[in-house]
Antibody, heavy 121, light 111 residues
Framework: QMQLQESGPGLVKPSETLSLTCAVS?????????WGWLRQSPGKGLEWIGS???????YYNPSLKSRVTISVDTSKDQFSLKLRSVTASDTAVYYC??????????????WGQGTLVTVSS | QSVLTQPPSVSAAPGQKVTISCSGS????????VSWYQQLPGTAPKLLIY???KRPPGIPDRFSGSKSGTSATLGITGLQTGDEADYYC????????????FGPGTKVTVL
């Protein structure tokens, strides 16, 4: 059974960089599919942040693109999120998840449990 | 402000049926597949329906999905107390905005 697990600091100071890692078990990232980050805050619901393919191709939400970097380490079956220059509005539960396809057929079939990140000084 | 519209809440008694609508446009639902997610309190979303009407392994046939034009519907029959959750629709959007879009969610209450 495939599992995803987020890890990273739960508290980030304003203007600093939020960094999270998602460890994948039960499936090899290099086998395929796309791996993404989403977040959920009370005011905005579910929001897609960006995705990365197993070959390293990246896709970002245009509204966050200038601040986001997603990378993958296939040797460790992990992928990571960096969100720069955070503000209080970036406070949310962050999820990592898998989507088998990128495009019209896209759905999110496996999710991590989520991790709350609070932006505060 | 989501590009997809869902009712904020629906409710019914145990054993009854509820339907949740998800309305969009030709740039999203009208030309792409719809998926549905169940989020129990304090947990991550879980895929219930994909490609409009397909259920992943382990999802009971009490849950069904359909799509017509620019709208989609999730149906839950034989409502159980364990079905109390938030339900989200999701789809691809062909416009210049973020390609993955989700509805604002619908809270299902079992009376």
């Amino acid at each position: 059974q495939m599992q995803l697990q987020e890890s990273g600091p739960g508290l980030v100071k304003p203007s600093e960089t939020l960094s999270l890692t998602c460890a994948v078990s039960g499936f090899s990232i290099s086998s395929g599919c796309y791996w993404g980050w989403l977040r959920q805050s009370p005011g905005k619901g579910l929001e897609w942040i960006g995705s990365i393919g197993h070959t390293g191709s990246t896709y970002y939400n245009p509204s966050l693109k200038s601040r986001v970097t997603i990378s993958v380490d296939t040797s460790k079956d992990q992928f990571s999120l960096k969100l720069r220059s955070v503000t209080a509005s970036d406070t949310a539960v962050y999820y990592c998840a898998r989507h088998p396809y990128y495009g019209s057929r896209a759905e999110w079939d496996y999710w991590g449990q989520g991790t709350l990140v609070t932006v505060s000084s | 402000q989501s590009v997809l519209t869902q009712p904020p809440s629906v409710s019914a008694a145990p054993g009854q049926k509820v339907t949740i609508s998800c309305s969009g446009s030709s740039s999203n639902i009208g030309n792409n597949y719809v998926s549905w997610y169940q989020q129990l309190p304090g947990t991550a979303p879980k895929l219930l329906i994909y490609e409009n009407n397909k259920r992943p392994p382990g999802i009971p046939d009490r849950f069904s999905g359909s799509k017509s034009g620019t709208s989609a519907t999730l149906g839950i029959t034989g409502l159980q107390t364990g079905d109390e959750a938030d339900y989200y629709c999701g789809t691809w959007d062909n416009s210049l905005s973020a390609p993955f879009v989700f509805g604002p969610g619908t809270k299902v209450t079992v009376l």
